[in-house]
């Protein structure tokens, strides 16, 4: 039976310890500190534990795909979806009122949206879900995010201290927020990032596996 469910986003306490850049180890693999300038820091990924993840197939991954399709279209309006396996839910993240409506309509009758393609007008189908929908208030929508993502390479560009050994910059679906990925720790860059963007809509992972960008 399918289900609609609301959650409303606060401020999460993040329970980690306060380290320096040059205090080592780095976070261990799927582990998070915060640095002294209040930028969490995470550890490699954990590919253990993606691999001992709930499956994602089915009505869950149909589900998920048509979510994203809808909050591709209204950037403005949606923070990325994600599934939660455990649950075995699609969370749709809004940031603004307006995509309430639209997620409460496609949940009861499902819809149809233009299609991107060219040479149209085209529609997308967009079915009902087959799965418990849970609505997400988010601070940052997709283009929030994209316009955080654009300032790190800003960043770069600008040559503040450590950002030409930023890998790669992501948005992490889950916890309304971009990870930066870099190879080392940098205490000019985490206090620029927390100066710039504040201190909870970036994480930093710090993987010595990883490669700068301008190397790549």
Same mark, same amino acid.
């Given at each position: 039976? $399918? ?20 205090? +080592?180890? +780095? ?70 009122? $307006? ?44 283009r929030g995010l994209q ?70």
């Amino acid at each position: 039976m $399918r289900a609609l469910r609301y959650a409303i986003t606060g401020l999460v306490v993040l329970a980690t310890v306060s380290v320096r850049a040059d205090a +080592w180890p +780095w976070p261990a693999v799927g582990g998070q500190a915060r640095h002294s300038s209040g930028v969490v820091l995470l550890g490699p990924i954990d590919y253990d534990a993606i691999r001992n993840a709930q499956s994602f197939e089915g009505p869950l991954r149909r589900a998920w795909s048509d979510s994203f399709t809808l909050a591709q279209l209204e950037p403005d309006l949606f923070g990325y979806p994600w599934a939660d396996r455990t649950a075995g839910e699609l969370v749709v993240s809004v940031a603004e009122a $307006r995509g309430v409506e639209i997620v409460e309509l496609w949940v009861r009758s499902g819809l149809q949206v233009p299609s991107p393609k060219p040479g149209g007008p085209f529609t997308i189908d967009l079915p009902r879900p087959e799965v418990t929908v849970r609505i997400h208030f988010v601070q940052h929508s997709i283009r929030g995010l994209q316009w955080v993502m654009d300032g790190v390479t800003d960043m770069a560009r600008a040559g503040v201290p450590g950002a030409d050994r930023i890998y790669s910059a992501g948005p992490d679906y889950e916890h309304d927020r971009v990870i930066i990925v870099t190879d080392r720790l940098n205490d000019q860059l985490l206090e620029a990032i927390a100066a710039r963007f504040g201190i909870y809509v970036i994480a930093v992972r710090v993987d010595p596996g990883a490669t700068p960008m301008h190397q790549l």
